[in-house]
């Protein structure tokens, strides 16, 4: 039975050395976001955010940092959170696809919206 398992192990070995090796796919890293804020989203508490946006997709947390995700029909907006004091606040947002002028698409932001901004 030793002989068997032994044979086998070693016919296994072979097959596994002739096998084609292939080269990992590398993908290059995209271009950085451009830069700016949308001015009525940055520093909005999660609260004020769960009123303009609803509930999220999904929420990730690490440590003093959060990552919500809202999901549209065209597009993903990403509202990442950062501590505040004893709260959190946005501090950055992104989507999918990206803005021209800045790293948040104003189209799909208003979009994913389910009421109206404040009236400045």
Same mark, same amino acid.
């Given at each position: 039975?030793?002989?068997?398992?032994?044979?086998?192990?070693? &016919?296994?070995?072979?097959? *596994?050395?002739?096998?084609?090796?292939? %080269?990992?796919?590398?993908? %290059?890293?995209?271009?950085? $976001?451009?830069? &700016?804020? $949308? +001015?009525?989203?940055?520093?909005?508490?999660? +609260? *004020?955010?769960?009123?303009? =946006?609803?509930?999220?997709?999904?929420?990730?947390? @690490?440590? *003093?940092?959060?990552?919500?995700?809202? @999901? &549209?029909? #065209?597009?993903?907006?990403? =509202? =990442?959170?950062?501590?505040? &004091?004893? @709260? =959190? %606040?946005?501090?950055?947002? /992104?989507?999918?696809?990206?803005?021209?002028? /800045? *790293? %948040?698409? $104003?189209?799909?932001?208003?979009?994913?919206?389910?009421?109206?901004?404040?009236? #400045?």
């Amino acid at each position: 039975m030793k002989r068997v398992v032994c044979v086998f192990a070693l &016919g296994l070995l072979a097959a *596994a050395c002739a096998a084609p090796q292939t %080269a990992p796919t590398i993908n %290059a890293i995209p271009p950085a $976001p451009p830069k &700016g804020e $949308p +001015s009525d989203l940055t520093g909005m508490a999660p +609260s *004020a955010l769960r009123v303009a =946006f609803g509930a999220p997709a999904f929420v990730r947390k @690490d440590g *003093a940092a959060q990552m919500w995700r809202y @999901d &549209g029909v #065209s597009c993903k907006a990403f =509202f =990442f959170l950062y501590r505040d &004091g004893d @709260d =959190f %606040a946005v501090r950055h947002v /992104e989507t999918i696809p990206r803005g021209e002028k /800045e *790293a %948040a698409d $104003p189209d799909c932001l208003k979009s994913l919206r389910v009421s109206p901004p404040p009236v #400045s």
